[in-house]
Protein backbone atom coordinates (compact mmCIF):
# COMPACT_ATOMS: atom_id res chain seq x y z
CA UNK A 1 0.00 0.00 0.00
CA UNK A 2 1.45 3.29 -0.95
CA UNK A 3 -0.19 6.23 0.35
CA UNK A 4 0.83 10.00 -0.43
CA UNK A 5 -0.15 13.43 1.48
CA UNK A 6 -1.15 17.01 -0.03
CA UNK A 7 -2.61 19.74 1.11
CA UNK A 8 -1.03 20.93 3.90
CA UNK A 9 0.19 24.37 3.56
CA UNK A 10 0.35 28.09 6.34
CA UNK A 11 -2.48 29.54 7.18
CA UNK A 12 -3.67 31.72 10.04
CA UNK A 13 -5.98 30.85 12.78
CA UNK A 14 -8.92 30.55 12.42
CA UNK A 15 -8.33 28.99 9.02
CA UNK A 16 -9.48 26.18 7.10
CA UNK A 17 -7.36 23.41 5.26
CA UNK A 18 -8.25 19.85 3.41
CA UNK A 19 -5.81 17.36 3.95
CA UNK A 20 -5.81 14.70 1.35
CA UNK A 21 -4.02 11.25 1.00
CA UNK A 22 -4.21 9.15 -2.39
CA UNK A 23 -3.91 5.21 -1.44
CA UNK A 24 -2.73 3.18 -3.99
CA UNK A 25 -1.01 -0.56 -4.23
CA UNK A 26 -4.13 -2.73 -3.12
CA UNK A 27 -7.38 -4.40 -3.93
CA UNK A 28 -10.10 -4.29 -1.84
CA UNK A 29 -10.97 -2.47 0.95
CA UNK A 30 -8.71 -0.93 3.60
CA UNK A 31 -9.09 -2.10 7.12
CA UNK A 32 -9.12 1.29 8.56
CA UNK A 33 -7.53 4.49 7.33
CA UNK A 34 -6.42 7.98 9.92
CA UNK A 35 -4.55 10.71 10.29
CA UNK A 36 -2.23 11.06 12.83
CA UNK A 37 0.46 14.22 13.69
CA UNK A 38 3.91 14.92 15.31
CA UNK A 39 4.78 18.45 16.10
CA UNK A 40 8.61 19.22 16.88
CA UNK A 41 9.87 17.63 20.20
CA UNK A 42 6.53 15.53 20.47
CA UNK A 43 5.97 11.80 19.83
CA UNK A 44 3.02 11.31 17.02
CA UNK A 45 -0.64 11.36 17.97
CA UNK A 46 -3.87 10.05 16.67
CA UNK A 47 -5.95 12.82 15.12
CA UNK A 48 -8.87 10.49 13.70
CA UNK A 49 -9.26 6.99 12.40
CA UNK A 50 -12.42 5.33 11.05
CA UNK A 51 -12.24 1.53 10.98
CA UNK A 52 -15.55 -0.62 10.78
CA UNK A 53 -16.37 -0.16 14.54
CA UNK A 54 -16.66 3.40 14.09
CA UNK A 55 -14.53 6.92 14.32
CA UNK A 56 -12.79 8.03 16.34
CA UNK A 57 -10.82 11.92 17.14
CA UNK A 58 -8.78 13.10 19.71
CA UNK A 59 -10.57 15.20 22.00
CA UNK A 60 -8.28 18.10 21.08
CA UNK A 61 -9.69 17.97 17.70
CA UNK A 62 -13.19 17.17 17.46
CA UNK A 63 -15.82 19.45 16.54
CA UNK A 64 -13.06 21.22 14.34
CA UNK A 65 -11.74 18.15 12.36
CA UNK A 66 -13.25 15.46 9.83
CA UNK A 67 -12.36 12.67 8.82
CA UNK A 68 -13.64 11.14 5.54
CA UNK A 69 -12.85 7.70 3.04
CA UNK A 70 -13.81 7.60 -0.68
CA UNK A 71 -13.33 4.30 -1.32
CA UNK A 72 -14.27 3.88 -4.76
CA UNK A 73 -11.48 6.63 -5.32
CA UNK A 74 -9.39 5.54 -3.04
CA UNK A 75 -8.96 8.91 -1.26
CA UNK A 76 -8.32 9.37 2.57
CA UNK A 77 -9.05 13.59 3.62
CA UNK A 78 -9.18 15.25 6.70
CA UNK A 79 -10.99 18.37 7.00
CA UNK A 80 -9.85 20.79 9.24
CA UNK A 81 -11.80 23.65 10.54
CA UNK A 82 -10.70 26.18 13.16
CA UNK A 83 -6.94 25.89 13.45
CA UNK A 84 -5.19 26.99 16.17
CA UNK A 85 -1.22 27.43 16.04
CA UNK A 86 -1.17 23.88 18.64
CA UNK A 87 -2.32 22.10 15.39
CA UNK A 88 1.01 23.18 13.92
CA UNK A 89 2.35 19.38 13.09
CA UNK A 90 3.49 17.06 10.10
CA UNK A 91 0.44 15.51 9.43
CA UNK A 92 0.86 11.54 8.30
CA UNK A 93 -1.81 9.24 6.77
CA UNK A 94 -2.33 5.46 7.68
CA UNK A 95 -4.18 2.76 6.67
CA UNK A 96 -4.21 -0.93 7.90
CA UNK A 97 -4.40 -3.56 5.05
CA UNK A 98 -4.56 -7.13 5.31
CA UNK A 99 -6.50 -10.33 6.38
CA UNK A 100 -6.42 -13.45 8.80
CA UNK A 101 -3.08 -14.09 7.49
CA UNK A 102 -1.93 -10.13 9.28
CA UNK A 103 -2.12 -6.98 9.34
CA UNK A 104 -0.10 -4.04 8.31
CA UNK A 105 0.27 -0.34 9.04
CA UNK A 106 1.22 1.75 6.11
CA UNK A 107 2.01 5.43 6.42
CA UNK A 108 2.52 8.23 3.90
CA UNK A 109 5.64 10.63 3.84
CA UNK A 110 3.35 13.12 5.74
CA UNK A 111 2.52 16.85 5.29
CA UNK A 112 3.43 19.90 6.88
CA UNK A 113 0.87 22.36 8.43
CA UNK A 114 1.31 25.66 9.74
CA UNK A 115 -0.94 27.78 11.91
CA UNK A 116 0.47 31.42 12.76
CA UNK A 117 -1.24 33.23 15.48
Known amino acids: VQLVESGGGSVQAGGSLRLSCAAS????????VGWYRQAPGKQRELVAR??????NYADTVKGRFTISFDNAKKMIHLQINSLKPEDTAVYYC?????????????WGPGTQVTVSS
Open 50 to 55: MATGGT
Open 25 to 32: GYSGSLNA
Open 94 to 106: NAVYGDFGGEYDY
